[in-house]
């Protein structure tokens, strides 16, 4: 189960598994999103490389327009992830 | 537990609600789920994206190692190709120069504790494990 959307404050939530077969829709989602943003990850249980590589597209583009996506509410073992990544020397990271 | 999923990311669902269940029958340390999770994904991923010529289903077999796991993806009539050799990914780069993909086989080196593949009569075999830190296994 994965779901995207904008909570009341205009923050990106992603709740449930971003997976190779969740990517493409979450990659269509960010692709309408306009300026930097937080993406509230608070809900998210599990991101692979391919929900990495929706991140890392999606914050290339809008860091060229000055702004990009922060991650806030990062669960430890994604924390990991973005660390082996190096995904923690991209994006500003803020864990639960 | 020994199982063949189709070449489809759509099964990927199927492989995570087959893994919890070995998971919980065979009292498998629950800290391990998301490393094996990722294992699997990022492996039975690169397979049915890389071995395009290949029709039939990738069979994942799940053996319990104490309260570790030991999992073996199979893939017949495919071409050599160790994933154990891929190439490092430069994680240390600037966001300009980073570009989307190659960290899917990095990332399996980093969660897993062994991992060996073997190549024969066509037939891929890769073979990880992953051991619990709270284990008293030999």
């Known amino acids: 189960m994965f779901e995207i959307g904008f909570n009341q404050d205009g923050d990106v939530v992603l709740t449930g598994r971003l997976d190779a077969a969740q990517a493409p829709a979450a990659q269509a989602f960010l692709d309408g999103v306009e300026r930097g943003c937080v993406v509230d990850m608070a809900a998210l249980e599990y991101i692979s490389s391919a929900g990495l590589g929706v991140l890392l597209r999606t914050h290339k583009r809008l860091s060229g327009t000055g702004g990009g996506l922060e991650l806030h509410n990062v669960n430890g073992h994604i924390g990991d992830i973005f660390s082996y990544s190096g995904f923690d020397r991209l994006f500003v990271i803020r864990s639960r | ?138």
């Not at chain 2, 099964?11 to 609600?17: K, Q, S």
């Not at chain 2, 087959?18 to 094996?36: E, G, Q, S, W, Y």
């Not at chain 2, 690169?46 to 990738?58: F, I, K, Q, S, W």
């Open chain 2, 1 to 138: 537990m020994k199982k063949a999923y189709a070449r489809d990311f759509s099964e990927l669902d199927a492989i995570v609600a087959d893994t919890a269940a070995f998971f919980a029958t065979h009292a498998i340390d629950p800290n391990l789920r998301p490393k094996v999770d990722l294992a699997n994904e990022e492996l039975f991923v690169n397979l049915v994206t890389y071995n395009t010529e290949a029709r039939g289903p990738v069979t994942i077999e799940l053996c319990a190692a104490g309260r570790g796991i030991e999992v073996t993806l199979t893939d017949r009539d495919v071409d050599r190709f160790d994933p154990t050799r891929a190439g490092d990914v430069d994680v240390e780069s600037l966001l300009a120069e980073r570009a989307p993909g190659g960290l899917g086989l990095y990332l399996v080196s980093k969660m897993v504790d062994t991992i060996h593949h073997e190549y024969r009569d066509r037939t891929s075999k890769i073979t990880f494990t992953n051991r619990s830190a709270s284990s008293e296994e030999g």
